[in-house]
T-cell receptor, first 115, second 112 residues
């Protein structure tokens, strides 16, 4: 069964350092999502791509976060500089299309700890 | 603005007993409703969804959910709980646009 791949699984960094997360969605999925999940809360959408275009990044802290999906396939989420409050699970998901009826398939996530 | 509420942080049931995990929503427009499950150190997995039609939706692993428009609820149910059902459950809503809103999650603990 096809899966969404994410790396690394765990990342420990010091505040003010730069970190990057990578996601490879299920083949053929046009829509890719990055979520942040703080312990005890549900996933919060950071950015959504349709192919290589951003369709929603309203909750992305653009002063420190950036995301790209250059060829409309895999994607990278970057934080620079990292802050203590960025400690969370970062989940990537993909779906066939962006319409609200589509099932999202999630990767295992990257757990970030900022010291 | 659309929102989802899961009023219980944790639900405890004995193995073999029926379980219910509650979800209520607030949207303008017709809702598309989802349940996802998350096991430790894993991403979310899709369980079931309601788009339109029959109010009772059947999903994976014997779970089902009932859409109640008048009560704006979409409770997750299972007739007989298993210890392996212990996990974190998320309700989510979308109104046909791009953004899906997730609830805060309910931790289900099934005791043997």
């Amino acid at each position: 069964e096809a899966e969404v791949a994410q790396s690394p699984r765990y990342k420990i960094t010091e505040k003010s350092q730069a970190v990057a997360f990578w996601c490879d969605p299920i083949s053929g999925h046009a829509t890719l999502y990055w979520y942040r999940q703080i312990l005890g809360q549900g996933p919060e959408l950071l950015v959504q791509f349709q192919d290589e275009s951003v369709v929603d990044d309203s909750q992305l802290p653009k002063d420190r976060f950036s995301a790209e999906r250059l060829k409309g396939v895999d994607s990278t989420l970057k934080i620079q500089p990292a802050e203590l409050g960025d400690s969370a699970m970062y989940l990537c998901a993909s779906s066939l299309a962006g319409q609200g009826t589509n099932i999202q398939y999630f990767g295992a996530g990257t757990r970030l700890s900022v010291l | 603005a659309q929102s989802v509420a899961q009023p219980e942080d944790q639900v405890n049931v004995a193995e073999g007993n029926p379980l219910t995990v509650k979800c209520t929503y607030s949207v303008s427009g017709n809702p598309y409703l989802f349940w996802y499950v998350q096991y430790p150190n894993r991403g979310l997995q899709f369980l079931l969804k309601y788009i339109t039609g029959d109010n009772l939706v059947k999903g994976s692993y014997g779970f089902e959910a009932e859409f109640n428009k008048s009560q704006t609820s979409f409770h997750l149910k299972k007739p007989s709980a298993l210890v392996s059902d212990s996990a974190l459950y998320f309700c989510a809503v979308n109104t046909g646009g791009f953004k899906t809103i997730f609830g805060a999650g309910t931790r289900l603990f099934v005791k043997a």
